[in-house]
Nanobody, 117 residues
């Protein structure tokens, strides 16, 4: 079954950290760019971070210096390490796989991250 499954969300206090995981299965991991998006209530979905084969990464402006995306190709898993979390980071975080050279995308079901004291 072709899918990506997120885990690791939860409630954290401002200034805290969380690590999200995205486990991919059913497709050739190296043929896809892996991305994290998020969507807060009443807002559009936005790109948080992305990583491609070879390790090149990109980040949204609001998370640069605080979040780190990485991948473990042996485990077909992508991670998002989130540090110095702020209340405005509260959102549902989605993992997305984008096939190189096509418009094919695979979305996960999302994991809720809530930053609150």
């Amino acid at each position: 079954q072709v899918q990506v499954v997120e885990s690791g969300g939860g409630l954290v206090q401002p200034g805290g950290s969380l690590r999200l995981s995205c486990a991919a299965s059913g497709f050739t991991f190296d043929s896809y760019a892996m991305n994290w998006y998020r969507q807060a209530p009443g807002k559009e979905r936005e790109l948080v971070a992305g990583i491609i084969t070879g390790g090149y990464t990109e980040y949204g402006d609001s998370v640069k210096g605080r979040f780190t995306i990485s991948s473990d190709n042996a485990k077909n898993t992508v991670y998002l390490q989130m540090n110095s979390l702020k209340p405005e980071d509260t959102a549902v975080y989605y993992c997305n796989a984008k096939e190189y050279g096509t418009s094919r995308r695979i979305w996960g079901q999302g994991t809720q991250v809530t930053v609150s004291s």
